[in-house]
């Protein structure tokens, strides 16, 4: 009965074919659409932060030369804030940078960057990382943003004060699970984002899994296949 009904209920390849290009045409979409937030992300912090430090940085060296010798005092004092705005702005650069490709993603690999993201995070965390290589920049630029993405929601919403990350790779698929022992309750579509992440890994044919009953724990799990270098 099982494969008569899979014969007749089955999509054909024609089928198939169809609903391939559709799924392309809409992970298409929505990956031109999460450049496009992302460039604007960066050009508002580029306005808002950095440039707007130059900029003041610049007056205050225009009013220093004029002042350097009529009132050297102030263009001391001036020097100083110069200093000051040149260290936040060169701050504001590096924390800029690292969201839109981490140095340590580039030169460890995704397990390294994992474990440095963690080191940051305000709870216990394990990671645990089993992979025998590395995936291509733009498959373990997404599975690092998606690891953020969850462990901010964790963070964020389950009051949880563990988190485990697992991250093994085996049958051309790279797995990543991210626990916590907080509340559970997360949802797909339930405000939290994950709907999102689950769109932006579809470009990639990953998938997005999450187990969260009510009093936890809760797991996430992405999938991406890839080959490993």
Known sequence: ????AR???????DQQLAQRVAHLTETR????????????????????????????????LGTIEALIEKNPAKAKELIANARKSSAEALTELRD?????????LAERGLGDAVKALALRLPVETDVQVDLPGRADAPVESAAYFAVSEILTNAIKHSNADRVWIDMTY????????????????????GGTGLSGLERRLGTFD??????????GPTM??????????
């Not at 990953?206 to 009093?215: M, Q, Y």
């Open 1 to 4: 009965y099982f494969l008569l």
């Open 7 to 13: 014969a007749m209920l089955a999509p054909d390849h």
């Open 29 to 60: 979409h929505d990956a031109v659409d999460t450049s496009a937030a992302e460039l604007r992300r960066i050009e508002r912090d580029l306005h808002d932060g950095a440039q707007a430090r130059l900029v003041a940085m610049g007056m205050d």
């Open 96 to 104: 800029l940078v690292r969201g839109i490709h981490p140095p340590v």
């Open 170 to 189: 085996a049958e051309s698929m790279l797995r990543i699970t991210v626990g916590d022992n907080g509340g559970g309750g997360a949802t797909i579509g």
């Open 206 to 215: 990953g998938i997005l899994a999450v187990s969260s009953p009510a009093g």
């Open 220 to 229: 996430v799990t992405v999938e991406i296949p890839c080959e490993l270098s």
